[in-house]
């Protein structure tokens, strides 16, 4: 670890000097530099704090919020996750040196913990880089996958990135079966939204799940491997991507990701899997870390005293820490 450690600082080192992100004041550009050098360096996880409108509902039923208290697709139901959220971003058990990224949705970046921006607390007061869910949504399902809707608003949504001081994006398809024309679609789609996110500036994190539940998960992942290293081949030396993927079935399976100059990281997505599950899995796959959302939330209860869930989510926090980045 401490090898790719001093091999990405090279890397990034590079990356810094060539990027062609708009800066006008040097704190920010400064800002941007320590997240990048706190990505590549930090032993945590990435917190999935993404849940759109659609999984919101399911998000706030697990937590035990009072379904009386909000309306499905209202602002009462974001102003409820957003209390969620908040108490788990104010946590004493929530900081920087074992969560070093936070994946927000547009409706939290937009908000604010005491008064002051989410993005802004997260990393000023928490030392927690943000990253902006972006995607829009999934396509109906053709040739074994789910592409991504069109982000008409990229452009929009990236400036927004640049207001709220977001470090990176991060977007999400579906593979269902083995199909290669179809993964080879989704892999072609992360990349060509992800080299544009990368050109202004910002690390993309690129997410083709592979459902837990296919029946051909492990020829989906063998498929998917292949596809991710062209693609990665192709990219040009200023331009850098994280990759986000569902936990494959077979050891140290990503290596060639994971050790890939033109790949900051490969977290892993919970994907449907307990936290024991998850863990127990993440722990067979060297120097990937954890991207999970329901797996970190998994015993929080809106009921809970503020000691219980502390400790909740302490102990949750602990776990996830202790399987990510294992040495190879």
């Known amino acids: 670890m401490i090898i ?9 080192g590079g990356i810094l000097l060539l990027q062609p992100r708009d800066v006008n004041a040097s704190s920010a550009g400064q800002q941007h530099e320590q997240m990048m050098r706190h990505v590549v360096q930090a032993d945590g996880f990435i917190a999935a704090l993404d849940q759109s409108g659609g999984s919101t509902p399911k998000a706030l039923q697990q937590y035990g919020h009072p379904s009386e208290k909000y309306v499905v697709g209202e602002t009462s139901m974001f102003d409820a996750v957003h209390e969620m959220r908040t108490r788990i971003i104010k946590s004493p058990a929530f900081t920087g040196d074992r969560v070093f990224g936070a994946i927000l949705f547009e409706d939290t970046m937009k908000r604010k913990i005491n008064d002051v921006p989410v993005a802004e607390f997260l990393w000023k007061q928490k030392g927690i880089v943000p990253f902006l869910k972006i995607d829009q949504g999934l396509m109906e399902e053709e040739n074994g996958v789910q592409l991504m809707k069109p982000i008409p608003n990229l452009d929009n949504l990236l400036e927004d990135c640049n207001t709220y001081g977001i470090f990176g994006t991060k977007m999400r398809s579906v593979i269902v079966s083995d199909n290669v024309k179809g993964i080879q679609s989704i892999v072609e789609q992360q990349f060509d939204i992800g080299r544009k996110i990368a050109s202004a500036g910002f690390v993309p994190i690129l997410e083709p799940e592979i459902l837990i539940q296919s029946t051909t998960k492990e020829q989906c992942e063998e498929i998917l491997k292949v596809e991710l290293l062209k693609q990665l081949d192709r990219l040009p030396e200023k331009e850098i991507v994280m990759l986000k993927v569902s936990l494959p079935s077979k050891p140290d399976f990503y290596r060639e990701c994971i050790d890939h100059p033109r790949c900051l990281r490969v977290v892993a997505l919970s994907g449907g899997y307990s936290r024991e599950e998850a863990t127990l899995l993440l722990k067979k796959q060297p120097n990937m870390t ?16 503020d000691e ?3 400790l909740t989510l302490d102990r949750s926090i602990r776990e996830i820490c202790s399987s990510s980045n294992v040495m190879r």
């Open 308 to 310: 219980e869930f502390d």
């Open 4 to 12: 790719r450690r001093v091999f990405l600082d090279a890397i990034v």
């Open 290 to 305: 954890a991207s999970f959302s329901r797996a970190l939330t998994e015993g929080l209860t809106y009921a809970s005293s």
